[in-house]
């Protein structure tokens, strides 16, 4: 079954995962919704719909918070604040806005592709290496994968790029050099590293590369050369992706 927004929530599922967003949960709920997360995609896109609807969620809250904060300071000559009761009105608004978000999230959610919504289920940037960070040779290596995993892609790109230049032939840094444009939405580069790295059997990083490149091959629409990919990945999940990605 392709994970869609017409997948079913429980209450306990929607707690459960409430919980993991908010940082709530004991370590044996932890792990079950981290586990759930990688083995079942249709949880996992829930996961990602509650996570964007407490965004605007918060985004809204705070923007009235803001509102509230500019009209106190309108008027200075009150020494003494007055705490206010918010009318009805506003409970009403916020309720629509609440209302609308929500719909235009579910709306977002179903004008992407096929392909698209099996991505955002499965695809999980790669968590890097173990970084020293010591004054040796590795010493640019070690800076660009903490650019990375802090999310700063760009960065990280172009301090491997500048190593890459040096070393070609390096599995290392064209497997991050892939995984970064991968995690930055740039798919068509992405596949450009990974795939070199994606027909090396020798290469540590076959399996990986082959199941990035089958996610970027993917969400470009490129089903049959994805299946390739996929199909040479020893990746747990590999197998019920190429069954969702078939069936579609």
Sequence with gaps: MNPTINSPLSQDDFELIEGFLNGTLPSDQLEEVQTRIASDP????????????????????????????????????????????RPLWFWGVAASVFLVMSAGVWWIMGQKSPEEQLYQAYFRPDPGLVTTMSGDANYEFDRAMVAYKEGDYADAIARWENLLSAKPESDTLNYFLGSAYLSSQQE?????????????????????????????????????????????????????????????
């Design 42 to 85: 249709a949880f996992a896109f829930q996961v990602e719909q509650i996570r964007e609807l407490q965004v605007g969620i918060q985004r809204a809250s705070l923007a009235a918070k803001l509102d509230s904060f500019h009209t106190e300071l309108s008027y200075p000559e009150k020494e003494t604040p007055i705490k206010s009761i």
């Design 188 to 248: 068509s580069r992405s596949l450009s590293y990974l795939e070199a790295v994606a027909e090396d059997l020798e290469s540590a990083f076959y399996s990986e590369a082959n199941w990035y490149a089958g996610l970027a091959a993917m969400k470009l629409g490129q089903n049959e050369k994805a299946l390739i990919f996929l199909n040479a990945s020893s990746r747990p999940q590999a197998q019920q992706l190429i069954s969702e990605l078939e069936s579609n």
